[in-house]
């Protein structure tokens, strides 16, 4: 695989504070708003939300952790024995509106298993979503509401969002995959 980087570290930080000026401008302030980010890099990506709401409204949001490994509906194609992440939501969900925070969306399914996953533990009054990067070709009818970045791509590339927290560097890159990778690719997708 090759890859090229479309966003850099400075570029993830100025997205990061962008998203979270507009989560606090729709909601008309804080109140009422909890970030809950979907296990791998979307709770790292909800704590940094989180951290820069806090430097520009005085207010630390609830922040929790949503794992949708057994929600998916992909779950049998995955893995045998599937790892998973935990789930932490330290707040009552109820007549809150909750901000999803994903790395990447694509399909729409891992949202859709967020969704899920999310109503069981209570019932937000609104569920938002915000990623750092939308790469289209969704296969469901869901839309972000906040994105870093809008990157077109085709189904023979995979973006890979690497951050600090879990990776040890910020960085976005998109490779194209080799063609036996493809196919293989393809079944899971």
């Known amino acids: 695989m090759t890859g090229r980087q479309i966003m850099t570290a400075d570029e993830i930080r100025r ?10 401008e729709k909601q008309a302030g804080t109140a009422g708003l909890a970030l809950v980010g979907i296990q791998r890099r979307g709770v790292p990506l909800a704590r940094r939300f989180a951290v820069a709401i806090e430097e520009h409204e005085g207010v630390r949001l609830e922040v929790g952790a949503l794992d949708i490994t057994f929600y998916r509906d992909d779950l049998s194609l995955i893995a045998q024995a599937p790892i998973v992440k935990g789930t932490d939501l330290p707040f009552d969900l109820n007549d809150s509106t909750v901000v999803l925070v994903d790395d990447v969306l694509y399909t729409g399914r891992t949202i859709r298993a967020a969704m899920d996953a999310l109503v069981d533990f209570g019932r937000p009054r609104a569920i938002r979503l915000a990623v750092l990067v939308d790469r289209g070709h969704r296969e469901l009818p869901i839309r972000a509401d906040h994105v870093g970045k809008n990157v077109p ?16 560097v910020d960085e976005v890159e998109i490779e194209r995959l080799i063609p036996a990778a493809v196919e293989t690719v393809g079944a899971f997708g």
């Open 15 to 24: 997205a990061v504070i962008r998203i979270s000026h507009e989560i606090v």
């Open 153 to 168: 791509t085709s189904r023979e590339e995979i973006v890979k969002v690497h951050l600090a927290e879990v990776d040890g």
